[in-house]
């Protein structure tokens, strides 16, 4: 049998490879079987590579687990769309068309590795003079396609394992959906670009909200891994270098969490019952089992929980438990639904998609039926009609990052076009130069790109390849028993809050310098709810003496810390606020309406 990508040779022959390359080979050996029947190949003037999580991680030693629809199907559908869009447009990229080779990363950094060698294997240098064929002929080498960039991948941590190869054969990279600080380091990922913001930009945003409610004491959260620890670092940096916002604990919840992980997580929170505030950078899952937890030990309503664009606006991390997660403030890169895409991802079916080797199995979820007898669905399920239709025989809600791939495809297509333009003036199709593109000569180009993206805001990247920090800020509210997130501001380079308070009772820490917990006595009640929105009680009312207290015990702190190393202050804060300063205010419940 031949397989596409991987070196055959047309008759029983051995031969000899370079020590250099064996490791990559013998990896690309274990796992092609499963790549040809896990992969989507368009031929193509130019490849450009795809890493999408179209599986969740396997158990118990299996590398892929169930089909995630959302994070999987409606990226990996964006790009075609993209790819379509930017084939059938005579401006960009004229008589040029535009291939794909989309690989599934499994939500796993390990099997990603071993599934984007798949890029690398047309620019390894095979050696035939040791192939000796049984007749005497030479072999016949079928040639893998040649990767000129990669589209993804979605975690940060899948990123930078596949990033530290592409870097080898200088194949640029282009993320929809990695986030984490680290991959901004230009001096180890120098072919890594995204469309959309590193977490410093989030954390930035996170330490303004924090700041602008009045919080001081809070703790945080992380899974572990690239993408929660350098979130919470970035955080706890950020705070540290402006003052007045102490971490009471910084806890880890682990890869592979054992049986009661998170009851323990929940009772080490509690250990500082001052500390309500929560900062979470954790992925979907163990957000939802933090919040089970919560639940089980009947703290709704004591925590407070500010969570990344990992929980953002999602639903599955809240389903069945919207009143333990009420009130929890997250925040989601600036982002807009492509009306196109929706038109383009409802009119699919099985017999016009068959390009999407996945699709089978995404119509089998998404209906809740089975395809046949070979259906991976038990034998108790309807079978498929083949005449459902998304949106109209299913709910159907566009996934969150469709954008940022599309506008990650539109890059390197935009960085493409300005290189034949340069190396191939008035040339129709690829000329001789871009017959072979140099992946540095290319990232030049993804660099410089400026052009409006599907959303119609800038896409552009600064000199470590990151996009600006554009950000919503959502509130999880509950009316009527019924829950929704609800915009109540944004964030580019500073925080801005469009908001009408109404408070629910929640006790925090908090401490006001004097001039400013004076001035408030005797401002307009509308400074208070616009500002200070803490301070928006009817029922409780601080007293002159607490005020006083609380702006004195500042002062005293900050004429100490002036003979100390930045930092040293924040704890004997933390220590005084944990033991000494309990003061009960209530924490605003955000809605939409006036501008601040």
């Known amino acids: 049998m031949v397989y596409e990508g991987k070196r055959l040779v047309s008759c029983h022959c051995f031969f000899l490879l370079t020590a250099k390359f064996y490791w990559i080979l013998s990896m690309m050996q274990r796992t092609h079987g499963q790549e040809y029947a896990h992969s989507i190949r368009l031929d193509g003037d130019i490849i450009l590579g795809g890493l999408f999580p179209v599986h969740a991680k396997g158990d118990r030693g299996v590398p892929c687990g169930e089909l995630k629809k959302e994070k999987g199907i409606h990226r990996l559908e964006a790009m075609l769309y993209a790819i379509d ?22 939500s796993r950094d390990t099997y990603a590795l071993e599934q984007s060698l798949t890029f690398v294997q047309a620019l ?27 589209i993804g991948a979605a975690a940060s941590s899948v990123s930078i394992m596949v990033a530290n190869i592409l870097r080898l054969f200088k194949i640029p990279q282009v993320s929809y959906a990695s986030t984490a600080p680290e991959l901004s380091d230009n001096t180890r990922y120098d072919f890594f670009s995204r469309v959309v913001p590193p977490d410093s930009y989030q954390a930035q945003a996170m330490v303004d909200i924090v700041t602008a409610l009045g919080w ?40 592979e969490p054992r049986l009661g992980e998170f009851d323990k997580i929940i009772k080490r929170l509690l250990e500082t019952p001052n500390a309500r505030a929560v900062i979470m950078f954790a992925n979907e899952d163990d957000i939802r089992r933090i919040l089970e937890a919560a639940k089980k030990t009947n703290q709704t309503g004591h925590f407070l929980w500010i969570g990344s664009d990992s929980w953002g606006s999602k639903i599955s991390p809240v389903y069945q438990q919207e009143e333990i997660a009420e009130g929890a403030v997250t925040i989601l890169p600036k982002r807009a639904s492509i009306d196109g895409f929706d038109r383009y991802f409802r009119s699919r079916t099985l017999a016009n998609n068959r390009r999407n080797v996945w699709f089978a ?12 007898s070979h259906g991976k669905r038990n034998s108790n399920i309807k079978k498929c009609t083949g005449l459902e239709r998304i949106a109209r025989d299913s709910a159907y809600e566009q996934e969150g990052k469709v954008q940022f791939v599309i506008d990650a495809v539109y890059s390197m297509a935009y960085a493409l076009h300005s290189m034949h333009k340069e190396l191939c003036p008035g040339y129709i199709g690829l000329c001789p130069r871009m017959s072979t593109i140099d992946g540095k000569e290319l990232l030049s180009y993804i660099r410089a790109v400026n052009f409006n993206g599907s959303a119609g805001t800038p896409v552009i990247f600064n000199e470590n390849g990151d996009a600006p920090g554009r950000y919503d800020i959502f509130q999880y509210q509950m009316t009527n028993k019924s829950a929704e997130y609800k915009v109540i501001g944004h964030w580019t380079n500073q925080l801005h809050l469009t908001m009408y308070i109404q408070t629910t009772t929640l006790t925090v820490s908090m401490s006001l310098s004097a001039s400013v917990s004076l001035g408030m006595l005797y401002m307009p009640k509308v400074y208070i709810i616009i500002f200070h929105p803490e301070q928006n009680v009817q029922k409780r009312k601080r007293s002159f003496k607490a005020v006083v207290t609380a702006a004195t015990m500042q002062s005293k702190l900050i004429q100490k810390g002036n003979d100390r190393p930045n930092g040293e202050v924040k704890t004997e804060l933390c220590e005084s606020l944990d033991t000494n300063s309990k003061s009960s205010v209530d924490f605003p419940m955000v809605k939409s309406g006036n501008t601040s």
């Open 124 to 150: 390894i240098e095979k050696d035939g003079s040791d192939v000796k064929c049984a007749n005497g002929d030479p072999p016949i080498f079928t040639k893998p396609d040649k990767i000129s960039g990669v």
């Open 216 to 255: 001081n004491y809070v703790s945080t959260l992380a899974s572990e891994g690239n993408y929660g620890e350098s979130g919470v670092e970035a955080f706890t940096q950020i705070s540290r270098e402006i003052g007045g916002v102490c971490i009471a604990q910084s806890l880890k919840i682990p890869r």
């Open 361 to 372: 199995e995404f119509w089998e979820e998404n209906f809740g039926c089975k395809l046949g």
């Open 85 to 106: 869009q930017i084939n059938k447009d005579p401006d960009l990229l004229a008589n040029i068309t535009l291939g794909v080779r989309i690989l599934d990363t499994c």
